[in-house]
């Protein structure tokens, strides 16, 4: 537990440790005079709540029910650290973004999701909701960067892979308190259910992508291991919904008049085939066909990358062929009815940032044609963050009393949990723009807290009684498409995107207990870790580990090369093409030990030091060549012959 104060800057950490079969739970009360009561229990069984499932009672503090104490002893070790808060949670130098307001959304915002342990989502725990149809929760952990939030999450996975998942392979959508928003007969022992709005198909992909980027962050394949089963079963669930076999895969009902929702935007009557549910397939499909070669499947890998390829086909049709792009309005449409009709064309922002945010639209005319209609509609209304759509919904295809009239709810309100998507959508050929939208963001929150459900489309005010954590999502955005920090199972991949007024930001961060300086320019990025800074203008990454680093030139899954040496090495990667690949290394006197891996075992490959030649040798059976570098501010260059 750490408690802050901000305004005096002070910061307390209890860290407790007790026997093994010893379960502790700790209850916070806000007391007379601004005073905050912590009751700590612990119990040798787990202690249950009182009220049903309600981790929070709103006019008293009795949320656990009574634990039976018996005649023994229990020894249990507090740890208590004081400190300074900015120290204790420095960020480092986040120049153009004000960082006190980052850390503080990351640490209260971000952190609401927390309903308890093995509940994640991306509410909050007043209202105690955990919803499982977002394909987002595993990037909190990304910019919140806390060893024991990310930890938390890979323990909810697995709790939700016991159960909230049907034998069937339905992987039920939400949790909550009370079974107050269940679809009658659906409340689990365990407090998951359908939503009474309908059955929420996004689930099953958002769940799959959910462990894998979860995997991206604990890097522990013996976890993911466990998973396979699992979220094959899950994937299978949507790709046996495709009847037709035209590659799209259905939602349950047929028609919007059946009035039952099936994703996110759950109270429009999205039916038959929706862009949104396959989009996420694609995304699903795509990272567990790396996922699967990486366990040793490839079978299973080819038949999801076959499977992904031929929904993308589909879904880039045009709407007269039975996809979901629209050539006249230059968008994609919502969704595909059983009888062919097409409803959603109204610019609907979630489907479209999807589109591109998950690689389904990869035409450089098409992204343009639908970034720029957003940004100039933003523009026009002024508009502080994207809506859901930017026009109106086909009359009696939502709920009529949250969402009518234009703009209202889902039919045109805005919601900032797609933030991040719709960053990472603008960043790689206009960074300006996304930044523009953190920085809106940030300044509600100095405004009001973020402490809303959504904004008014027509005010820009707060509204909703549910406080939304993924109100935070600006922020993962600005970590993940701005500053390009993109953990990978075995690596730090660096893809920055930053704008001039950002130069010279140095962002500290942890990943697996290994800690990074990375330093930030328009015109170079460096990663500083233990003895090694390294450094490109391109993207690369890096794995350290004692005085050993292993580098990747771009977004390659398998490592460029490995250097060794117990001093400081400063290493500049150049360039890398099918023949050669180059770096500058400065490290004083001292030698450094290379490996590289990945070659052509068939062919010669020479090293060359300040064009001198220092080696010609064919790799190993594995492709790997060996060789030693001493001295300072040597250009090396590897070259196939």
């Not at 009557?269 to 995304?283: D, Q, R």
């Not at 026009?380 to 009393?401: D, R, S, T």
């Not at 920090?485 to 704008?499: A, C, D, K, S």
Request: charged letters at 20%.
């Amino acid at each position: 537990m750490t408690f802050w104060n901000k305004n005096n800057n002070s910061c307390f950490r209890i860290t407790s440790k007790t026997e093994k079969n010893s379960y502790p739970a700790v209850s916070f009360t806000h007391l007379k005079n601004d005073v905050l009561g912590v009751i700590q229990t612990w119990s040798d069984s787990e202690v249950t709540t009182k009220h049903g499932f309600y981790r929070f009672i709103e006019s008293g503090s009795d949320v656990f029910a009574p634990v039976s104490v018996r005649k023994s002893e229990v020894n249990i070790t507090c740890s208590l650290q004081a400190s300074k808060y900015d120290e204790a949670y420095d960020r480092g130098t986040l120049n153009g973004i004000n960082k006190t307001s980052v850390n503080e959304i990351l640490n209260t915002i971000a952190r609401y999701s927390v309903v308890d342990q093995n509940l994640y989502g991306s509410n909050g725990w007043r209202t105690g909701y955990a919803v499982l149809q977002e394909q987002w929760l595993a990037l909190f952990g990304l910019a919140i960067d806390d060893p024991e939030y990310i930890r938390g999450y890979s323990q909810t996975l697995e709790y939700e892979k016991e159960h909230a998942i049907l034998p069937g392979g339905r992987v039920l959508p939400r949790w909550h308190h009370d079974a107050g928003d269940s679809m009658y007969g659906t409340f689990t022992k365990d407090g998951f259910y359908e939503c009474q709005w309908g059955y929420m198909l996004d689930s099953q992909p958002a769940f799959a992508i959910d462990v894998a980027e979860q995997f991206d962050m604990n890097g522990d394949i013996a976890w993911l291991r466990k998973f396979k089963p699992a979220c094959d079963k899950v994937l299978d669930y949507m790709i046996r919904r495709d009847s037709d076999g035209n590659g799209l895969f259905e939602v349950i009902q047929n028609t919007h008049r059946e009035q039952k929702g099936t994703d996110w935007l759950d109270v429009i009557w999205a039916s038959y085939e929706v862009s949104t549910i396959n989009a996420l397939m694609y995304k699903a499909l795509n990272r567990w066909s790396e996922l699967e070669n990486l366990l040793g499947d490839p079978k299973m890998s080819e038949q999801y990358k076959s499977l992904a390829n031929k929904l993308k086909g589909a879904f880039n049709k045009n709407i007269s062929d039975g996809g979901f792009w629209n050539p006249d309005k230059q968008w994609y449409v919502h969704w595909r009815e059983k009888d062919g009709s097409v409803y959603g064309n109204n610019l609907v922002s979630v489907v479209n940032l999807m589109a591109i945010g998950f690689g389904l639209c990869d035409d450089p005319a098409r992204k343009e044609a639908i970034l720029s209609q957003m940004e100039e509609l933003n523009k026009k209304e002024h508009l502080f963050i994207w809506p859901a759509c930017y026009f109106p919904y086909e009359a009696g295809v939502g709920q009529m009393n949250v969402n009518h009239p234009w703009p209202d709810y889902e039919n045109g309100d805005l919601f900032l949990g797609w933030a991040e998507l719709g960053t990472r959508c603008y960043a790689e050929k206009n960074p300006e723009i996304a930044v523009k939208y953190i920085k809106n963001v940030i300044s509600k929150y100095e405004q009001d807290g973020l402490a809303h459900q959504r904004y008014l489309r027509n005010s820009q005010s707060g509204a909703g009684d549910d406080i939304l954590a993924n109100n935070a999502m600006a922020i993962v955005g600005l970590y993940r498409n701005i500053y390009g920090i993109r953990p990978q199972f075995n690596r730090l991949y660096l893809e920055p995107h930053l704008t001039p007024e950002l130069n010279e930001t140095e962002v500290k961060y942890n990943l697996r207990t290994k800690n990074y300086l990375i330093r930030l320019n328009t015109d170079l990025t460096t990663v500083v870790t233990g003895n090694f800074s390294v450094s490109c203008k391109k993207p690369f990454a890096v794995n350290p580990g004692k005085n050993k680093v292993t580098v990747f030139f771009g977004n390659e899954p398998a490592e460029t090369f490995t250097a060794t040496t117990s001093q400081e090495c400063k290493i500049e990667l150049m360039e890398k093409n099918n023949s050669m690949f180059s770096w500058r290394q400065s490290s004083g006197n001292g030698k450094v030990q290379y490996t590289l891996m990945g070659l052509n075992p068939g062919k010669s490959y020479t090293v060359l030091i300040n064009q001198a030649i220092l080696k010609i040798s064919k790799p190993d059976t594995k492709g790997v060549i060996s060789f030693v570098s001493q001295g300072d501010k040597n250009a090396i260059l590897i070259k196939a012959d």
